[in-house]
Every structure is written in structure tokens, then in C-alpha cells.
Nanobody, 125 residues
Framework: QVQLVESGGGLVQTGDSLRLSCLAS????????MGWFRQAPGKERQFVAT????????YYEDSVKGRFTVSRDNAKNTLYLQMNSLKPEDTALYYC??????????????????WGQGTQVTVSS
């Protein structure tokens, strides 16, 4: 069983940056593809970014391309999401997730087996 704990959220202004972290425990972190998702108030949870087990392949939702960067440090069992040029529409609860699905990158929520509790990101205008 993998436990995931997100951190790094907060209240920032438009144009600011934040780096989210997700610390994994209880499993072999390097064997999982990882993803970031977010849920804004009154909306469904949506895909943000995913990274392969070896940090080579990544994929992003269109609205964050060029602004967000997903990465991982398998030696530290940690997933990151660097968020630059933040906008009010980025305001959401951000979740990290892990999948046992195998090599690759995955944007579908249903493919993920383990989820963290989320960290809140609020961007003021």
C-alpha cells in the first residue's frame, strides 16, 4: 500500500510561482508512474500532468503547458510540480496519484491506484 502526502500549496498572487511536493512511502516509488490532478470548487477533478517511472516521459494538460513542470526524484521518493506564471484559474485542490499500470504515462484518473489527500493552491488576482 502506497501512502502519498502532498505539500507546498498556499495563497499566491497572479504571476507567482509555487512548487508542490508529493512524498511517497510504503511502496517502491520508482516502479510507479505518477500524476498530478486538481479539483476546483464546484468542478470535477481534472488531469494536470504525468511523469513516467524514470522521469523521461511527461505529458501535460493544455492549459498548463509551458507553465508547469512535473518531475520526480526516485532517490527521495518524491514527486514535484513546479508551477510558474500562476493564474486565478489554477486555484484548486491539487492531488498526486500513483499507478501500477506499468511503463508509460497516464492522464486518465481511472488508471491511478493511490491518491494523496491534496494540497490547496489559491491564486488571487
Amino acid at each position: 500500500q502506497v501512502q502519498l502526502v502532498e505539500s507546498g500549496g498556499g495563497l499566491v498572487q497572479t504571476g507567482d510561482s509555487l512548487r508542490l511536493s508529493c512524498l511517497a512511502s510504503g511502496g517502491t516509488f520508482s516502479s510507479y508512474a505518477m500524476g498530478w490532478f486538481r479539483q476546483a470548487p464546484g468542478k470535477e477533478r481534472q488531469f494536470v500532468a504525468t511523469v513516467s517511472w524514470n522521469d523521461i516521459s511527461t505529458y501535460y494538460e493544455d492549459s498548463v503547458k509551458g507553465r508547469f513542470t512535473v518531475s520526480r526524484d526516485n532517490a527521495k521518493n518524491t514527486l514535484y510540480l513546479q508551477m510558474n506564471s500562476l493564474k486565478p484559474e489554477d486555484t484548486a485542490l491539487y492531488y498526486c496519484a500513483a499507478t501500477r499500470r506499468g511503463p508509460g504515462i497516464y492522464s486518465r484518473e481511472a488508471y491511478y491506484d493511490y491518491w494523496g489527500q491534496g494540497t490547496q493552491v489559491t491564486v488571487s488576482s
